[in-house]
Structure formats: C-alpha cells, structure tokens
C-alpha cells in the first residue's frame, strides 16, 4: 500500500494541476464565481426553511434549522457528485491510462479534491451563518471539524473510484447511482435532524453510513458539542470500510481496468 | 543499468463478444442463468522471450494487427502479461498515440504542463524545457488557445515537442516518424536521433523499415503476436520483406 501512494505522490504534480484546472473551468463559468456554485445549497436552504417548519413542530428554532440544513446540503453535494461524476472518472480518463501506467487511484483523486474545495468554501458559508444565527458560542469545538472533513474526504474518493470501476465494468451503473442517490437522499438527515424519526424507519436512517458524517458535523456546528467518541469510532470504520473494499477494488482491477476502456 | 527481460510472456485480451453489458443483465443472465454475451479470449502476444541491454536499439517490424503496438504497450507497464514474467530496470518513456492526453478546456501551455508532469517533470525543471518546446512546436501565439481549437496536426507537433523534451533512459516509440507535415518531419526527425543517442535502451515500432535500419542495431518480426524472427536489424528487415513480397514462404522465412 505504501509503495502505491508513494506512486501517487510521485505524479502529484500531474493531478495537482488537473484539479486547479477543473477549478478555475468551474469557477470561470460565471461571473459571480464561486458565489453562484453556492447559491444552490443557499437558495435551497432559504427554501426548505420557509416551507418545512410549517408542517414539521419538532423544529422550534430555525435560527439552528438554517445552519443544518445548509451543512447537510453541502455534505450531500460533496457526496453525491463524488457518486455521480466519479462513474464518469476512468472513461473520461482513457487518453491518459492508455498512454502512461499512473495509479487509476489519481483520477478519482482529482474529483475529490476539487469537491473538498468546494466543501470547505460551503463550510466557510455555514460556520459564518452559525455565528450569525445561533452565536460565537463553543467555537473550541469547531476543531473536531478537521478530522470530520478528512474522514469525509476519504469517503468522497473511495465512492468515486468504486463507481468509477463498475462503470468501466457496467455502464448503466451512471443511472442506477442516480436512482440511489435519490433514495439515499431522504435516507440522509439533511432537511430532518438525526433524532427526529423513531421507529423503523428510524433505524434504516440509523444504518445509512451518510447519517454518522451528519451527526459528526451536526455536533460541533449545531449543538456546540465535540462529537461522542463513539460517533468518531463509527465514522473512522465506515471510512476505514469504504478505503479498505476500494483498496481490494484497485489491486484486484487496476491492471485489467484497460480491458474495459 | 537498464534492461527489459521477457520470459514466457503471453497477453490475451478477454473480452465480450458484444459490447458491455448493463449490470441488471449481469444479475439476471450472468449470475443465475447461463451468459448470452459470453467472453471470448484474443491471443495478443504468445510465448514471447526477449532480452534487451542497456545500448540495445531494438525494433519491431510486423504486419498490421501482429501485435507491435501491443508489445510495446505491454512494455511499458499499460497492458498486464495474462502470465509469463517483464522485469525492467529503469524509468520508461513512451511516444505513442501521440494526440491523446489532452485537456481540450486547457491551453497549449498549460497541457504542455500536464503532459510534462505526467512524464515525470517538476514545475522546476519544466521551467527550464518551456520556451524550447515552444519554440520547436512552432504553435507561437496559438499555445496561449483553449487546444480544441487546434487541428489534428498541431496536436501532434504540440505532443512530439513535449513527449521529446524528456531525457529518456528506456525510450518506447510507436510510429511517431511521421508526425505533422514534411517540414516538421524532418526536425521530428532530426530531434529523435538526437533522443536516440541520449536513450539508454529503445525500443521502435515503425513501418518505415529504412528507419529503422538506420536507427536500430536488432530487430525481432512479430507475427500473429508471436517472435518469428530476431537478430540484426538489416537480416531481420530482409526476411520480413521477403516474406511480404512473397520471394520466401512464410513459414520458412525464419
């Protein structure tokens, strides 16, 4: 494993470049810049939070609804174009696994880090909105944020490369992770808090990996609370799961994906 | 020291005798019933045993679909042998599909980084190749232009100028003689035997047999994936020709 990242450092230079490259392309779209990529998640938040308090009595304070839901939308942006773009990052990438034998690791990479910089200017958004709405109250605990967002950036990679590698095998795999990221969305505590549903239901919410990354953000940016270290244990074995089967994906394929271009 | 040994290697491709399949059908046909797109099995290079040494200039002649390109991209680590051993000693640059590996959004200058990086250049020591490779793509004005502008011709000059640029110590090359038009051959020309002196070990694949009598010392003669003939390049071209023009049966030009 060592001597594989070792390979990836070793081009970093190369995917490093790439990803300021699909940034600038990005951002240069508009004349707002990154300001109109936000605008998404804000509008959907001013959205969710004028209708859904309305119809949910569990939510007594939208001052702390705003910035959970914003948090929860720009977690599920992260992940869910990791899913979605990331079907695409091998084939897209066959003009450069035909010419030289980089690491495939390094092409789901590039999807991942310029996601991260998306996220972390959206978490910029969200921590200025959490001082505004609910204070600058327990800032210290806003430092659990770090290991959260490198636990969650490992699972933005690994989902990309494993989607990436059963597209290359399976091509209507692009229209299934569009189905499932629909069902997983409602199965994400993103316009619900975590412990709002009980019941059976409750329990699926409970199992969906995504809902412990929501929690572990919800507890420093929400409740000002570090997160329980139970919840960080749960985090780093759904991540160490999520790296491990792609580790197995890449040594296992890495050398028969050509085949498959 | 650099060196590439080949022993009892074989390649086969294996792939489905229609196109991908959907994974519903993979579920349904693949897993419980017997496959309706069953795999079938492509014998790309067989029982291939090879030894080269530092100082060698070898080429590959062979005739369309005999396996050339395919050895040399076995060689240089793209495709996996099915079984036998490759062992090589020594950074491998290639110079094949030379109008791949573009970033169409990005500018001539800024894939002229990228493919550098991909080679193995630092931002360091591309700031010092920048302006020759530049200069000898003779793209002027036109690298500062998104390259989806550019014709198919000025990829190729702009892809020759960087994937040259580079101090080779196992260099594969895969027809690249004829890039871009006659001008730009002839400085192609020139700036590969500049790269074949610098080379440590070369392996060519060329149709252009003159080329590569003037340019190798062995040669093998792939045919249907398989080493019919090796030795010095001038006895190796002259049995292949032979053969090709039908003054020797094949089967016993070896």
Redesign the interface.
């Known amino acids: 494993m060592s001597r594989y990242l070792s390979a990836i450092w ?2 970093r ?2 995917w490093l ?2 990803v300021q ?1 699909d940034l600038r ?1 990005r951002y240069r779209r508009s004349v707002v810049g990154m300001g109109w990529s936000l605008l998404n998640p804000i509008a959907m938040t001013t959205v969710i939070c004028l209708v859904f308090p309305r119809f949910m009595p569990q939510i007594k304070s939208v001052n702390h609804y705003a910035p959970m839901v914003l948090v929860g939308l720009c977690f599920w942006n992260f992940i869910s174009s990791a899913a979605r773009l990331g079907t695409k990052c091998l084939i897209h990438s066959e ?8 690491p495939m690791a390094i092409y789901p990479l590039r999807l991942a880090l310029g996601g991260a910089f998306h996220f972390l200017i959206a978490l910029a958004v969200v921590l200025v909105m959490r001082c505004c709405l609910i204070g600058f109250s327990d800032l210290h605990t806003f430092i659990s944020l770090v290991p959260t967002v490198l636990m969650i950036f490992v699972l933005a990679w690994s989902v990309s490369l494993l989607v990436g590698f ?1 597209t290359a ?5 692009e229209h ?1 992770a569009d189905v499932g990221l629909q069902i997983l969305f409602y199965a994400t505590p993103i316009v619900y808090s975590p412990s709002a549903i009980q019941g059976k239901l409750g329990l699926l919410i409970r199992l969906n990996p995504l809902t412990t990354f929501v929690e572990l953000l919800h507890a420093p940016l929400i409740h000002g609370q570090f997160p329980d270290a139970s919840l960080f244990a749960t985090g780093l074995l759904i991540t160490a799961g999520f790296a491990g089967v792609s580790m197995l994906t890449v040594s296992r394929f890495e ?2 994906i ?3 271009l | 020291m650099t060196s590439i040994d080949l022993e009892n290697l074989n390649l086969v ?3 489905r005798q229609k196109q ?5 059908d ?1 579920l349904v046909h693949q897993m419980f019933r017997k496959s309706v797109n069953p795999y079938m099995e492509i014998r790309a290079l067989s029982n291939i045993n090879l030894s080269i040494r530092q100082g060698d200039r070898l080429g590959i002649v062979g005739h369309n679909g005999a396996g050339k390109s395919t050895m040399l ?1 076995m060689l ?5 042998p099915t079984s036998g051993e490759r062992r090589v000693q020594g950074e491998i640059s ?1 110079l ?2 030379l109008s ?4 169409p ?2 500018t001539g200058w ?1 894939n002229i ?2 493919r550098g ?7 360091k020591t591309l700031k010092h190749k920048l302006a020759e490779i530049a200069e000898f793509s003779e793209l002027g004005e036109f690298l500062a232009s998104p390259v989806r502008h550019y014709s198919s011709g000025m990829l190729v000059r702009l892809a020759f100028s960087v994937a040259t640029a580079i101090d080779p110590e196992i260099l594969l090359v895969d027809e690249v003689l004829a890039a871009g038009d006659l001008a730009f051959q002839k400085k192609a020309r020139r700036r590969m035997e500049e790269m074949i002196d610098r080379a440590h070990l070369i392996v060519m694949v060329s149709h252009d047999l003159e080329a590569l009598t003037k340019f190798c010392n062995r040669a093998i003669w792939l045919d249907h994936g398989q080493i019919r003939m090796q030795g010095p390049t001038q006895d190796v071209v002259e049995a292949y020709t032979d053969a090709m023009n039908g003054a020797v049966p094949m089967a016993k030009a070896a």
């Open positions: 070793k081009c230079y190369f470049s790439l490259m392309n003009r450069y696994i035909r010419q030289y034998p980089a059963a095998y399976f091509p209507d795999i299934l050398k028969k050509i085949f498959q | 491709f294996r792939v991908r399949i959907p994974f519903k993979f991209k240089a680590g793209i495709y996996p290639s094949f599909e791949l590996g573009f970033e959004e990005a800024e980084a990228y990086f991909l080679q193995g250049e630092t931002p």
